[in-house]
């Protein structure tokens, strides 16, 4: 099979290019320079040149704060993007796996949120993901959607990374002990997408829940993070999320009830605090 990748410039899309090194299928890994998900000729073109039977979409606008202020953007790449590409799939009879986020959610349940709670995003990001998933629904083609949380990695931009460079330069760091969810490595995700790839699961469409198991504060997030990495020069301290105020209004609770992923596709899914053990033991051996 032929596998694109978008985004692949991106924390998911590097993790999907050391998860897929082993495969045995043909994954093309693209970013905005080798093909803008917005463009409905673009896409095309590239779907009648490779012969794409599965499309991973890892693109998308995630600059939370700053969709408040450009969600026409945003909504741009989220959205209508996605509608395109779920077209493509559907003329070219080829499966997508897009990534969706738990901020369609509002955030005001105590339990975790099932695949088919009702979506009431509170933010724009939140608004146009919710938008690119009912488009994907719309369009009939053959799709997972994988909605996850709180991503970090070994790449890009993330809370992991920031923690530890505010350990580094500070003497202590505040941050936010009222919104809880579950951190989820970028590595799990990606590895868990390319299961469903390489064992033949792409039949099983759907909309689906996957972050790591368990659940957190971004406070109790970051504790974890300087004990892990052996930090004890700053001291980390929770603050509440009206002290630290966001442009993007974000769900208090939004952890993900994952059951659903974990009996559909066989498998289990790592506790947090042991994914971000091996996500920093991975950092330090680069
Ligand atoms: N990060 C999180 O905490 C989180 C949480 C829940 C869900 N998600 C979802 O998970 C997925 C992957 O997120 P991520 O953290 O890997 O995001 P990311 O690091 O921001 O990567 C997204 C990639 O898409 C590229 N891109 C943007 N516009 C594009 C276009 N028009 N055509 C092609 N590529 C384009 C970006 O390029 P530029 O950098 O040049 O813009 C970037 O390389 C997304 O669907 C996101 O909504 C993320």
Not at 105 to 121: I, L, M, Q
Not at 230 to 247: L, M, Q, R
Request: hydrophobic residues 40%; proline residues 3%.
């Amino acid at each position: 099979m032929t596998i694109l990748v978008t985004g692949g410039n991106g924390q998911l899309g590097r993790a999907m290019r050391l998860a897929s090194a082993e495969s045995r299928h043909r994954y093309i890994f693209t970013d905005i320079e080798e093909l803008n998900i917005v463009s409905a000729e673009a896409i095309e073109a590239f779907f009648s040149r490779e012969g794409v039977d599965v499309v991973v979409n890892c693109a998308a606008y995630t600059a939370v704060n700053l969709a408040e202020d450009e969600e026409s953007i945003a909504d741009n790449i989220n959205h209508r993007a996605v509608a395109l590409l779920a077209e493509a799939c559907k003329h070219h009879n080829a499966t997508l796996i897009h990534i969706s986020t738990d901020y369609i959610f509002d955030g005001k349940a105590t339990t975790p949120y099932a695949e088919e709670s009702s979506p009431a995003p509170i933010n724009a990001y939140g608004r146009t993901k919710w938008a690119g998933e009912q488009a994907v629904a719309e369009s009939g083609c053959r799709a997972i959607i994988l909605r996850t949380q709180w991503l970090y990695s070994e790449f890009g931009r993330n809370f992991l990374k920031t923690m530890l460079t505010l350990f580094a330069s500070r003497d202590e760091v505040r941050v936010v002990a009222d919104q809880i969810g579950t951190p989820t490595y970028a590595g799990d995700l990606a590895e868990a997408i390319c299961a469903i790839i390489e064992e033949g699961k792409i039949e099983e469409c759907g909309t689906y829940h996957y972050s790591n198991l368990g659940e957190c504060s971004w406070y109790d997030f970051a504790a974890e993070i300087a004990r892990v990495s052996g930090c004890d020069k700053c001291k980390v301290a929770p603050c509440t999320t009206a002290e630290y105020p966001t442009k993007a209004t974000r769900p208090q609770y939004s952890v993900l009830d994952k059951s659903k992923f974990m009996a559909t596709f066989d498998t289990s899914i790592p506790e947090w605090r042991e994914s971000l053990a091996k996500c920093i033991k991975r950092l330090n051996n680069q």
